[in-house]
């Protein structure tokens, strides 16, 4: 289902691309604008702030879980994007058939697993157009991995504790059909290291996201100058 999804997507995304290619290529040569790859800057802000939620969806020992994210940093000239990622599990998984053989553990007991890591992160544009925008960004960072069961007397007792590093590579396309409101998909993979084998079976998987993006600042002067607007013409 993950697949489908993802891959349904991205072509709906491609074949839009493709698309509004196709309808600005017949507007006049004038009005053409020219595409570039890896630009060197995008706007007039040499620096600004950057703070964003970076929901992800993904998936721990096979179970599909919904993972929260913040970034706080930095961008320069539009096109460099660095800071730091805080992600968290929105919910703990839980399973009633893994044995957590412990003396005091119910039969078909509950156990429960939840995680966070931080990670610094650097996001490079692709490509920028007043519709379209391609980057990629790169995550390296750490969290632990807390596992908890519940005994006879039905209190949740410490399981395990499993640190773990974690690297992660992803695209994220971005429509943006008002210039402060952005439609965002996002794919990536996430390969942890220095743990244990259980953690990277469980944590070694795809990852996918979607939502809006709202420049904050963008929309408070769309609304000024629309409103300065229609005081100078009145």
């Known amino acids: 289902m993950f697949h489908v999804k993802l891959y349904s997507s991205l072509f709906f995304l491609l ?20 595409v570039k790859l890896f630009p060197r800057s995008s706007g007039d802000k040499k620096w600004k702030f950057l703070f964003g939620l970076d929901a992800r969806r993904s998936f721990f020992a096979g ?34 058939d893994v044995d957590p053989n412990k003396p005091d553990s119910a039969e ?33 960072g750490g969290g632990r991995i807390i596992g908890t069961y519940r005994d006879t007397l039905s209190a949740m007792q410490p399981l395990l504790q499993k640190p773990f590093s974690a690297l992660l590579f992803s695209s994220r ?31 070694n998987r795809p990852f996918y ?7 904050v600042i963008g929309l408070y002067q769309a609304i000024f100058k629309s409103d300065k607007n229609s ?4």
């Open 173 to 203: 396309v971005k429509f943006y059909p008002l210039t402060w409101l952005a439609l965002r998909i996002s794919g990536g993979y996430r390969l942890t290291f220095n743990t244990d084998q259980v953690v990277k079976e469980s944590f």
């Open 15 to 34: 074949f839009s691309l493709q698309s509004f290619s196709q309808q600005d290529s017949l507007q006049p040569a004038d009005n053409k604008e020219k």
């Open 209 to 215: 996201g979607f939502g809006l993006s709202i420049n």
């Open 108 to 140: 078909d007991t509950e156990v429960r697993f939840d995680l966070g890591y931080t990670s610094v992160f650097y996001e490079r544009v692709f490509l920028k157009t007043r519709w379209w925008e391609v980057a990629f960004p790169v995550h390296l």
């Open 63 to 96: 179970a599909p879980v919904k993972i929260n994210g913040l970034n706080i940093g930095a961008e320069f000239k539009g096109v460099h994007r660095f800071g730091l990622g805080f992600y968290w599990l929105k919910r703990n998984v839980v399973f009633t």
């Open 231 to 234: 005081k100078n013409k009145s």
